[in-house]
């Protein structure tokens, strides 16, 4: 692959001592860094910090061992001047062939899982514990788009399960009052009724196997360790410090903040007749299926459609509640009963309605499953 760059958006802040992370501290800044098989670092403040100063000296010097490279990138995060914590940001532009871009995650401590008196909530989503968070990590800013996973699919021939097995991917079959799959549809054509997506929308109908796939191949890119975050790292960056159902509450509209059941969805002609009876966010963004990623506010780590637009996998194993869960956000698989055959998805997305869309709300798939309303983001480790 010819040396390309990728984005990433980075938070100088350090790790809480509060039970929470502080979303007042959230700060942004961009850097760039090589696509390289043996990667140099190299840091460039950009968006609001751009035309003031470039490249440190010496960053990006050949010679540097990657722990040096990495200790001197770390310390360039903590020296960087705080910035305003506004939540507004750039959209996210799909870059496929300079990958995409990150934000940085700092180590703390948060309450996982929802309380007994948060409305929607499920069992499921309990008991509510104390995780720590000892690493900080990289999210991608934004969901994987249509374009970088054509990207990938173009490279290596890929196949997704859904293309495999002829079966198509998941979606509301209006004749049977139940969800089935549907011979034909794919990630390149979901066949939304009435809308075509681009390649800036977050890609859908991709198993877990199939994104697990994507983050190898861009591991074998870059050098890097990419992967799909835990299911705590998920909802720890969802958060954002928040510890109500949502990041948003209390701010403003929720189609400010997110793509969920709307009165878009609700109006739209084509499926008008099959949402009778459900129930949606009393706004509309414009898009009654997912929308263009980045269209919507962040939270205040900077993540952007954390919550709506589309499910996203988690390394996780199914397990049916929190009862023996790691409480140091590493990935929870076979232990204690887990079901590795389903794998959890958090997020919610387009489809779901508004007493779902939370961040502590949990889904889980079987492996191999695809759906009109099921994307990913990677993590990668830092």
Same mark, same amino acid.
């Given at each position: 692959?010819?040396?390309?760059?990728?984005?990433?958006?980075?938070?100088?802040? @350090?790790?809480?001592?509060?039970?929470?992370?502080?979303?007042?501290?959230?700060?942004?800044?961009?850097?760039?860094?090589?696509?390289?098989?043996?990667?140099?670092?190299?840091?460039?403040?950009?968006?609001?910090?751009?035309?003031?100063?470039?490249?440190?000296?010496?960053?990006?010097?050949?010679?540097?061992?990657?722990?040096?490279?990495?200790?001197?990138?770390?310390?360039?995060?903590?020296?960087?001047?705080?910035?305003?914590? $506004?939540?507004?940001?750039?959209?996210?532009?799909?870059?496929?062939? $300079?990958?995409?871009?990150?934000?940085?995650?700092?180590?703390?401590?948060?309450?996982?899982?929802?309380?007994?008196?948060?409305?929607?909530?499920?069992?499921?989503?309990?008991?509510?514990?104390?995780?720590?968070?000892?690493?900080?990590?990289?999210?991608?800013?934004?969901?994987? =788009?249509?374009?970088?996973?054509?990207? #990938?699919?173009?490279?290596?021939?890929?196949?997704?399960?859904?293309?495999?097995?002829?079966?198509?991917?998941?979606?509301?079959?209006?004749?049977?009052?139940?969800?089935?799959?549907?011979?034909?549809?794919?990630?390149?054509?979901?066949?939304?009724?009435?809308?075509?997506?681009?390649?800036?929308?977050?890609?859908?109908?991709?198993?877990?196997?199939?994104?697990?796939?994507?983050?190898?191949?861009?591991?074998?890119?870059?050098?890097?360790?990419?992967?799909?975050?835990?299911?705590?790292?998920?909802?720890?960056?969802? @958060?954002?410090?928040?510890?109500?159902?949502?990041?948003?509450?209390?701010?403003?509209?929720?189609?400010?903040?997110?793509?969920?059941?709307?009165?878009?969805?609700?109006?739209?002609?084509?499926?008008?007749?099959?949402?009778?009876?459900?129930?949606?966010?009393?706004?509309?963004?414009?898009?009654? #299926?997912?929308?263009?990623?980045?269209?919507?506010?962040?939270?205040?780590?900077?993540?952007?459609?954390?919550?709506?637009?589309?499910?996203?996998?988690?390394?996780?194993?199914?397990?049916?509640?929190? =009862?023996?869960?790691?409480?140091?956000?590493?990935?929870?698989?076979?232990?204690?009963?887990?079901?590795?055959?389903? @794998?959890?998805?958090?997020?919610?997305?387009?489809?779901?309605?508004?007493?779902?869309?939370?961040?502590?709300?949990?889904?889980?798939?079987?492996?191999?499953?695809?759906?009109? #309303?099921?994307?990913?983001?990677?993590?990668?480790?830092?």
């Amino acid at each position: 692959m010819t040396p390309t760059t990728t984005w990433v958006s980075v938070s100088p802040v @350090r790790p809480p001592t509060s039970p929470e992370p502080s979303g007042s501290r959230a700060r942004r800044a961009c850097m760039r860094v090589s696509m390289d098989p043996a990667p140099v670092l190299r840091t460039e403040a950009r968006g609001r910090r751009e035309g003031q100063g470039g490249r440190r000296p010496g960053a990006g010097r050949p010679g540097r061992r990657p722990r040096a490279r990495l200790l001197a990138l770390l310390l360039w995060v903590w020296l960087l001047p705080l910035g305003s914590a $506004e939540a507004d940001g750039p959209p996210c532009v799909d870059r496929p062939d $300079e990958g995409p871009e990150w934000v940085f995650i700092p180590a703390g401590r948060y309450s996982m899982g929802s309380p007994g008196s948060e409305k929607g909530r499920s069992a499921d989503e309990g008991p509510q514990h104390l995780v720590n968070i000892v690493r900080p990590f990289a999210l991608m800013r934004c969901e994987v =788009t249509v374009g970088a996973f054509r990207l #990938f699919a173009e490279q290596t021939l890929y196949k997704t399960d859904a293309e495999r097995s002829g079966k198509g991917c998941g979606t509301w079959d209006s004749s049977k009052g139940s969800w089935a799959r549907v011979a034909g549809t794919s990630w390149r054509n979901p066949r939304f009724p009435g809308v075509d997506q681009q390649d800036n929308h977050p890609v859908v109908c991709v198993s877990w196997n199939d994104a697990s796939a994507f983050a190898a191949w861009l591991s074998l890119q870059t050098g890097q360790a990419y992967r799909l975050p835990t299911e705590a790292e998920w909802e720890y960056a969802a @958060r954002a410090g928040s510890s109500g159902a949502r990041y948003w509450d209390g701010k403003a509209s929720p189609c400010d903040f997110a793509n969920g059941a709307d009165r878009a969805l609700r109006d739209h002609s084509p499926v008008r007749d099959v949402v009778k009876g459900w129930s949606f966010l009393d706004c509309s963004d414009g898009y009654p #299926f997912t929308a263009p990623v980045g269209s919507y506010k962040p939270n205040d780590f900077g993540l952007d459609d954390m919550l709506g637009n589309v499910w996203e996998w988690t390394q996780d194993c199914w397990h049916g509640d929190y =009862t023996g869960a790691p409480n140091d956000g590493t990935a929870w698989q076979e232990q204690d009963g887990g079901d590795c055959t389903r @794998r959890v998805a958090r997020g919610g997305g387009w489809i779901v309605e508004p007493e779902l869309l939370r961040s502590a709300n949990r889904s889980r798939l079987p492996s191999d499953v695809a759906s009109r #309303f099921l994307g990913f983001r990677l993590a990668r480790t830092l």
